[in-house]
Nanobody, 122 residues
Framework: QVQLVESGGGSVHPGASLNLSCVVS????????MGWYRQAPGKERELVAT???????NYADSMKDRFTISRDTAKNTAYLQMNDLKPEDTAVYYC????????????????WGQGTQVTVSA
């Protein structure tokens, strides 16, 4: 079994920064592409950023200037550094991985965490 657990969300004022973490737990052999998505109230879930095992990143155009995705492959962990937060960044932020291989050879696809709430308000 594989589990993704996000942390680091919270309530902040505009202009603040937050650093989200996502840990993939289980008897992990390898984790594929990791990504962050967000869903604001009344809106569809949208891509924030993804990062490949080799470090190649991809960002939604509207977030590339303020958000930075990174990962520690050895720790099966992804991070999202968010700077200069705005009220429109308020959403539940979800971690995703496209593929997880565990040590017995089983693959798990399209795994999601439960999400962490980020609220930006004055």
């Amino acid at each position: 079994q594989v589990q993704l657990v996000e942390s680091g969300g919270g309530s902040v004022h505009p202009g603040a920064s937050l650093n989200l973490s996502c840990v993939v737990s289980g008897d992990i052999f390898a984790v594929g592409i990791m990504g962050w998505y967000r869903q604001a109230p009344g809106k569809e879930r949208e891509l924030v950023a993804t990062i490949r095992r080799g470090g190649t990143t991809n960002y939604a155009d509207s977030m590339k200037d303020r958000f930075t995705i990174s990962r520690d492959t050895a720790k099966n962990t992804a991070y999202l550094q968010m700077n200069d937060l705005k009220p429109e960044d308020t959403a539940v932020y979800y971690c995703n991985t496209d593929t997880v291989r565990v040590k017995n050879g089983t693959f798990y696809y399209d795994q999601w965490g439960q999400g962490t709430q980020v609220t930006v308000s004055a």
